[in-house]
Structures are given as C-alpha cells and as structure tokens.
Nanobody
Framework: QVQLQESGGGSVQSGGSLRLSCAPSTSAFRPYCMAWFRQGPGKEREGIAA???????QYADSFAGRFTISRDKTTKTLYLQMNSLKPEDTAMYYCAADRTLAPCTVEPTRYRGYWGQGTQVTVSS
C-alpha cells in the first residue's frame, strides 16, 4: 500500500508563506487525482485544490489566487504554496490521492484511496 507523507507545516506570522509537500512512498505511484485538504479545530474537512495527472488544476473558490497546487512529474511529490497566510488558515493540512478516472474535485469523498497523516499549520496574528 502506497503511503503519503506530508511535510512543510509549522508556525508562521500573519502575511507569511509556507510550502507544503506530500511525497508518496514510491515514485511509481500514478494517481489520476491528487489534492489538498485542511481541517481546522472544530471544523469539517474542506477541500483546497486538486490536480490531475495531466497537471490541470482545480481550486475551491476561497483559495484561488492565494494558494497554488503543483506536482513534480518525476517524483510525484505534491506541493501547496500558501501565501498571505491568515490566522484562520490555522489547521491540519492533508494530501490525498485517488486512481479513479473521474473529475478531480475538491470533495473529500472523491478521495477514497490514499490519505496522508497531515501536517499542522499555525498562523499567528
């Protein structure tokens, strides 16, 4: 079973930036979709962005322009560049992947195959 490992989380001040990474345990992994989600304290898990194997991206409206999803085609590592961070961005961030040939949405239920353990992002004012 392929494992996904997130990294890059940490504490940052409001207005700062972070780049999260999500590395699969093998570069032979070829999911059709990969995506980023987050879950804040007492909140439901929400989708941020998704990326097709082709590189086409899909964003939830509230994150477009501030967050950027990308993927290294060689290593299959997934990235999330987060800029202009706000205290309300404080959450556990998760990556997910799925091999199903269906639209890459940002709904958590779309991703039944693989989830990482999460990386914590804390933004202070």
């Amino acid at each position: 079973q392929v494992q996904l490992q997130e990294s890059g989380g940490g504490s940052v001040q409001s207005g700062g930036s972070l780049r999260l990474s999500c590395a699969p345990s093998t570069s032979a992994f070829r999911p059709y979709c990969m995506a980023w989600f987050r879950q804040g304290p007492g909140k439901e898990r929400e989708g941020i962005a998704a990326i097709y194997e082709s590189g086409t991206t899909q964003y939830a409206d509230s994150f477009a322009g501030r967050f950027t999803i990308s993927r290294d085609k060689t290593t299959k590592t997934l990235y999330l560049q987060m800029n202009s961070l706000k205290p309300e961005d404080t959450a556990m961030y998760y990556c997910a992947a799925d091999r199903t040939l269906a639209p890459c949405t940002v709904e958590p239920t779309r991703y039944r195959g693989y989830w990482g353990q999460g990386t914590q992002v804390t933004v202070s004012s």
